[in-house]
């Protein structure tokens, strides 16, 4: 029994920010890396942002220097600022156990309009 709760989404304006957060519980064999994704309709799902157990983290160039991930246990976060339009997307957590499993949360909606 594994549950991904992501929240933190909604509305906001052009060069506004938003920090997301996903929480897993229940049975998962140690966490290894933790990272967040965004799909928009009619794209591909990509990567965002990647932070392993240890080591540095990672971003796509899209969102370097705007956007920040971190985790504390079995919580993630993305703390998005100065958010652009092009950053409107479902934006889903998942994690990889050390046994290879992933986890994925429902997704929360990201709109950035004025």
């Known amino acids: 029994q594994v549950q991904v709760v992501e929240s933190g989404g909604g509305l906001v304006q052009p060069g506004g920010s938003l920090r997301l957060s996903c929480a897993a519980s229940?049975?998962?064999?140690?966490?290894?890396?933790m990272g967040w994704y965004r799909q928009a309709p009619g794209n591909e799902r990509e990567l965002v942002a990647v932070?392993?157990?240890?080591?540095s983290t990672n971003y796509a160039d899209s969102v370097k220097g705007r956007f920040t991930i971190s985790r504390d246990k079995n919580t993630v976060y993305l703390q998005m600022n100065s958010l652009k339009p092009e950053d409107t997307a479902v934006y889903y957590c998942a994690l990889t156990s050390a046994n290879l499993q992933i986890y994925w949360g429902q997704g929360t909606q990201v709109t950035v309009s004025s």
């Open positions: 932070i392993p157990s240890a080591g």
């Open positions: 229940g049975s998962i064999f140690r966490i290894n890396v």
